[in-house]
Structure formats: structure tokens, C-alpha cells
């Protein structure tokens, strides 16, 4: 039967087994039977799975309640809205299976798909897409949402006027026909996700490059300071005129206030630097929520929605709890989160009556927030009306895209996001002015433009200092995850070696050889290494200079817990803050690191993580044009094992589509080695009773595998 609502339109269809055996089937009975017959396989004649991992089936239950978004995704203006309204039922709902069917698809095209990876890189998509090389409904341009329970009785709600309310509706319908009341476990209210933050995996592999998707920037010029939202690793870069990496606020995906090194932000976007209250205003996109910086303090905290502060607690318990990010800081009670509030923003205008315009991607939905409060004053609806509001600020952030060069903006411009008849306002929050230079990010190429005022020659940042960052994130095991033999799949070391050895303090020294064709863009800094050791060893005290200095967040979490058990609390030392770090000797076109460990009789295992920072070597001697070897070279060193993510030609592809100088592009390529020691019992004295203290030396030989 049709359901007409004002604007909006939805439509129930039987499914094959309530049609007689002369009826055709609907097209929306195809589009079930087809997703059902493609869960076992990720590549057939007429599908392909985009961004799903083989022998990964977990996300797939047939008995679950599925929401469908179906259609054309390149080339929709309104997709942008769609996902949008998609993911935030997502976050409502967290327990529905949602994935997309890409209708009348090239399966085969390598270009088809590096689009489709740029639209989830840029919409932060999360969920299982499946291409598909037939067109069930027959939509050009077109999207619809097909909701189902069971792969029964679907409902298909048309793109036009998509109403979160309608589909919300149908959602708990479902529940209670199947249970007979609404389950808990589906429906729940906007609270801070305990769970691990689940990420794109098809462009896992570009997660190797320094920036990934850097999307909005701003300055504090009296300062030297920069600030690039380097959005999908879930930070903010603090970097000087010169590239240098002066701080980075935030760790790994999540919702948490405190220190910047242990922070969590997700997907943050646009920035706003308040020079006299010397903080940086954060639009958290994920997370719909506002952050502010303390500059001088290094703290983050929320300023949107309001957090509820709860009393200190000391125990050992909680201590690790917050420490894995399983506290809960945000009031879950709060009305000022509002469901019409559920927008995604991205962008952050200031104006003159100290409030903030907050703009989503899709240009649909502008908050005024009072600055001081955090306060959401009003919500406005619609493209036009967000013109009339604070068209002149969108209008002089414009101004300045169209003075970068006409053959860049138009890689830049997305239809998707940008409003029709404003093309360049999805990238208004990507620009700003620092001294005589415009600043722009390049969300193709992955990098930071600036562009002479005067000369109107453009040149790239070249970054360096990056023991700043620390050990990344993404690379790194969950400590839940406990494999004594067989690592997972995803977390493969690059090299694994036993060793027998008597007990006492072992002095290891790895010795890395970088790939022929690539070279070190700086020397390893020791925040860039994490060392652990577990079992029957214990890390021994580095003989690293400027020990003072910070080490990535990642080290200081084991090290903590490390020394937990053996040592009591004492007070806190203030320690006079540092912008260098300690380099790690290379010679020989090797990476040499050092560890030390104290053994006792039994078996342990020492990790070691590094992350080495490198880019394309120049050949002087090379005439001719090498781009597309230089992509394949870099394709290649981002997923060697061949694994999940993205596919080769596609990641070339979207390497090309840049047009930019690869030897340029900066990439980091995570180190993991493993070293298994097995120790047998003190060697003892001549009287058989005092045992002797040894001292001994490996040495763990590496090549980066590409």
C-alpha cells in the first residue's frame, strides 16, 4: 500500500512469499533476494563488495532488521543530506544493520571505485556498500532507503524529503512485531560510545599517509601557529610557517576531555583560534558536539553538549578504565541535546556579536551558538535562510578560494556537498590567510597549500618534527586482544624471531633497512617507538637523551602500567616544556633502535612499534615522467599484504587524480616486530647457591616489507 505524508513518501511491498505464483516480483523483492544471495561472497558476476573484508561475515546476520540505502551515490546532490541522516540513525540506533547498494555500477572499473572510496573518505562512511552492476529501480542520480526485518514485508522510503521521524517510526514498528514491545538493546539516546570507534575500512591502507583528509585549517598569526584538522586520524596538527610540528591535540577516535596527548576527538573539522582567551574552538563532526583548547594548559574540553562532571574517583579500577577510555563524561539526561539537533557540522564562522555559525556539510542545518556558554541559541533550516543569516561571512571566505588557481579549485569541488549555485562554499572552512600567504588545504592530494599573495606562486608545507605525533593509533593492537601464537590477520608483524637466552638484562638492537627506493623524510625521533615487554620480562630504562621530553601516548599507557605494581605514587615533577625529541642513529641506510629488558626464567615477549616517516627517493639521472610508477610504488608500500582496504588500481588511481609531485607525498609505514625469548634458570655458583646476574646482546635484523 502507498503512504503519503505531506512531502514525504513511503511505500510497503509484500515480499515473495506473500505473492501469488503468477505475480512478477517487485523490483524491492529483487533487491532483497540479490543482498541475500551476496552475504558468503565478496566478488561475483554481477556484484562486488566494496569495503568488506573476506571471512568477515559477523556484520551480516539475516535475521536482523536492515536499513538499505539504494541508488546512484555519484553524481546525487543530495547524497550528502542522505548519509548524513543515515548515519545519525545509525548513532540512534546502533544496533541496526545499515549498508549501501550501489545500483548499475561498473563492478570492474577501477575508477568507479577510487570515486566511490573519495565519497567514503569524505562522508566518513562506515557501513558495507555493495556494488552492484544492475539497476533494480531504474534511478538515475536517485537514492531511496529500503527498510526491512528478516528480508521481509520492506518498506522503501523515496530520496525526496527523507523524514528521520517517518523512518524512526518504522524502525520501532519492526522491534515491537518482533518482540512485542521495543528493544532495548535497539533504541537508546545519544550517550558516549564505550565501544571501539568503528572506521572506514576500505581506505584503511591511506591511513598510512601523514594526512589523511585534512580538512579545515586556521591561524593564530602572532603566535607562528597553524592549526590543519587532519580529520580522519581524529586530530589537530599544530605546526609553525616553516612545516614544523610544534603540538597535536587528540589520540584515536572517541569522545573524552583532558590533556591533549590522551583526548579523544572524532572527525574534527573546522577550527577557530580566540586570541584573547588563547583557546582554539574545535567543530567535533562525529561526535556533534563543540570542543575548546586551552593553549597554555593543554587541555580539551567540551563546550557542546553540556558534560557533567562527576567526583574524582581514585581507585585502581577506575584509573584503567579511564585509561582505556571507558569512562562516560557526557550527561546522557541532558535535553540540550535535542534529536533535531542531529546534524553533522563541519563549519565554524565567528561573528561580530561573539557568537558562532556552525554549518553542516550539506548546507541544510546552521546553529547560532552563544561563545561564552556554549549555548545553542537557534537552529535554522535551509540553504537560503543560512544565506540570509550569515551570507557575507560565507561570501569573504569565498572570495578568498577563488584566488587559488582554477585548475586546483576544480579537483577541489565536490557537487555532493556544495550548494547549487555556491560551488566552492564546501571548502570555506578549508582556507585561511597567515601573514602575505593564503592557506588552503588539499583534501586530493593530502596535503597544505600556501599561495604568495603577491608573487602567486604556490608551494606545499613540508612537515618535519614528527616525534610530536607520537606512535599512531591505528597500526597497534586492542589490549583485550591476547594471541600467543597467531597474531590477527590485520595486525601481522613484519618479523617475528625467538631466541633462547639466560636471564638477566638483554640488550637488543633492531636494525631496519629502509626499501631501495624510499628514504627517511627526518631521522627516527623516540616518540615515534613503542616498546612493551610481557611475560617474564620487563623494559629496562632507555639510554635516550632529553628523557624529559613527552613519548608518544602510546608508550606512556604501558609504561604507566607497567610501573603500576612496582612503584608507589609520588609527587608530580614539573618538567620545563620541549619542542625537540631525541633522534634514533641511522647509518648505512638502516634504522637502528635499542631496547633493554630484564628477564627472569620463563618466556616473555618484546613488541616493538615505530613509526618511520618516508617518501619517494629522487633519481637526478630519471628523465622520464615516472607518476604512474610512482603511484604503483606507493600502492604497493601502503598494503603489501594485499589485505582488505582498498585495491590496488583504485588507491593508483585516486594517488593520480591529485596531478601533484608524488616524491612529495609523506607516508608512514608502521614497524612491528616481535622477539620471543625463551630464559631457562639463573646459572647458580660454585657453592650451588648464589646465583649469577648475566648481561647479554641480540641483535634483530629487519627489511620494511613492500
Not at 568503528?198 to 597553524?226: H, M, T, V, W
Not at 629496562?540 to 608507589?568: C, H, M, P, T
Request: net charge negative; aromatic share 8%.
Amino acid at each position: 500500500m502507498g503512504i503519503i505524508d505531506k512531502a514525504f513518501h513511503s511505500q510497503r511491498y509484500p515480499t515473495m512469499s506473500q505473492v501469488s505464483n503468477e505475480s512478477t516480483p517487485s523490483p524491492v523483492d529483487d533487491i532483497l533476494f540479490f543482498i541475500q544471495s551476496t552475504f558468503d561472497k565478496i566478488q561475483g558476476p554481477d556484484h562486488c563488495w566494496l569495503n568488506k573484508v573476506e571471512g568477515d561475515n559477523g556484520y551480516f546476520k539475516k535475521d536482523g532488521t536492515f536499513l538499505v540505502l539504494a541508488g546512484q551515490f555519484l553524481g546525487n546532490s543530495a547524497i550528502a543530506g542522505i548519509l548524513e541522516k543515515i548515519k545519525s540513525l545509525h548513532q540512534k540506533y546502533p544496533q541496526l544493520c545499515i549498508m549501501g547498494l550501489h545500483c548499475g555500477a561498473s563492478i570492474g572499473s577501477a575508477a568507479d571505485q577510487a570515486n566511490l572510496v573519495e565519497l567514503i573518505m569524505k562522508e566518513y562512511i562506515t557501513f558495507p556498500i555493495l556494488l552492484s552492476s544492475k539497476n533494480f529501480l531504474e534511478m538515475e542520480n536517485k537514492a531511496c532507503c529500503i527498510l526491512f526485518r528478516d528480508f521481509m514485508n520492506p518498506v522503501i522510503y523515496h530520496e525526496k524529503d527523507l523524514d528521520l521521524g517517518m523512518v524512526s517510526k518504522g524502525i520501532e514498528e519492526l522491534q515491537v512485531q518482533q518482540n512485542g514491545n521495543l528493544s532495548r538493546n535497539l533504541k537508546r539516546t545519544w550517550v558516549k560510545q564505550a565501544e571501539v570507534i568503528k572506521e572506514p575500512e576500505l581506505s584503511s591502507s591511506l591511513q598510512n599517509l601523514l594526512l589523511y583528509f585534512p580538512g579545515c585549517i586556521s591561524a593564530d598569526e602572532s603566535g607562528d601557529r597553524l592549526f590543519v584538522s587532519d580529520s580522519n586520524h581524529h586530530r589537530i596538527i599544530i605546526f609553525d610557517r616553516n612545516g614544523k610540528i610544534m603540538d597535536c591535540i587528540g589520540s584515536c577516535p572517541g569522545f573524552e576531555d583532558g590533556e591533549f596527548e590522551s583526548a579523544k576527538l572524532l572527525r574534527p573539522a573546522a577550527s577557530f583560534y580566540h586570541d584573547a582567551e588563547d583557546c582554539l574552538y574545535i567543530v567535533d563532526s562525529e561526535n556533534q558536539a563543540i570542543r575548546r583548547a586551552d593553549m597554555e594548559r593543554r587541555v580539551l574540553e567540551t563546550l557542546y553538549p553540556t558534560c557533567s562532571v562527576s567526583k574524582k574517583d581514585s581507585s585502581i579500577w577506575t584509573w584503567i578504565m579511564n585509561k582505556m577510555g571507558f569512562s562516560s563524561n557526557i550527561d546522557s539526561n541532558s535535553k540540550e541535546f535535542d534529536s533535531q539537533l542531529r546534524v553533522f557540522p563541519w563549519h565554524l564562522l565567528k561573528s561580530a556579536d561573539d557568537s558562532f555559525f556552525i554549518i553542516n556539510r550539506s548546507f541544510e542545518t546552521l546553529w547560532i551558538m552563544d561563545m561564552a556558554s556554549g549555548e545553542i541559541k537557534e537552529s535554522i533550516k535551509g540553504f537560503s535562510k543560512i544565506l540570509e543569516t550569515c551570507g557575507q561571512l560565507i561570501m569573504e571566505k569565498v572570495s578568498l578560494l577563488k584566488q587559488m588557481p582554477s585548475d586546483w579549485l576544480k579537483l577541489q569541488i565536490d557537487a555532493n556537498f556544495s550548494p547549487e549555485g555556491l560551488p566552492f562554499a564546501s571548502l570555506l572552512s578549508s582556507i585561511t590567510t597567515f601573514e602575505n600567504y593564503i592557506v588552503v588545504c588539499d583534501t586530493v592530494a593530502q596535503r597544505v597549500l600556501k599561495l604568495n599573495s603577491d608573487s602567486r606562486v604556490h608551494s606545499i608545507f613540508q612537515f618535519s618534527n614528527f616525534g610530536i605525533l607520537g606512535f599512531p593509533y591505528w597500526p597497534s593492537f586492542r589490549l583485550e586482544n591476547v594471541y600467543p601464537e597467531v597474531s590477527p590477520r590485520r595486525g601481522c608483524p613484519d618479523h617475528v624471531q625467538r631466541f633462547s637466552m639466560l636471564p638477566g638484562r638483554i640488550n637488543i638492537q633492531l636494525n631496519v633497512e629502509i626499501p631501495v627506493d624510499f628514504e627517511l623524510v627526518e631521522p627516527l625521533q623516540e616518540g615515534c617507538i613503542w616498546r612493551q615487554a610481557r611475560g617474564a620480562a620487563i623494559l629496562g630504562i632507555q639510554d635516550v637523551a632529553g628523557s624529559s621530553e613527552k613519548v608518544g601516548v602510546a608508550q606512556q599507557w604501558y609504561d604507566d602500567l607497567d610501573n603500576l605494581a612496582f612503584s608507589s605514587p609520588e609527587p608530580e615533577m614539573i618538567v620545563e616544556s620541549s619542542n625537540t625529541t631525541s633522534e634514533i642513529k641511522s647509518e648505512d641506510c638502516r634504522v637502528h633502535i635499542d631496547c633493554s629488558v630484564n628477564t627472569s626464567p620463563g618466556t616473555s615477549e618484546v613488541i616493538i612499534y615505530a613509526a618511520l616517516y618516508l617518501k619517494l627517493r629522487r633519481n637526478p639521472d630519471l628523465q622520464e615522467d615516472s607518476q604512474k610508477k610512482d603511484a604503483a610504488r606507493i600502492a604497493d608500500i601502503l598494503n603489501p599484504e594485499k589485505r582488505g582496504g582498498i585495491g590496488r588500481d583504485s588507491c593508483i588511481q585516486l594517488l593520480l587524480k591529485s596531478n601533484a609531485d608524488l616524491k612529495d607525498l609523506i607516508l608512514m609505514k608502521p614497524l612491528h616486530v616481535r622477539i620471543k625469548l625463551d630464559c631457562l634458570d639463573h646459572p647458580k655458583s660454585d657453592n650451588g647457591k648464589d646465583i649469577i646476574l648475566t648481561n647479554s646482546s641480540i641483535e634483530v635484523n629487519v627489511t620494511l616489507e613492500t
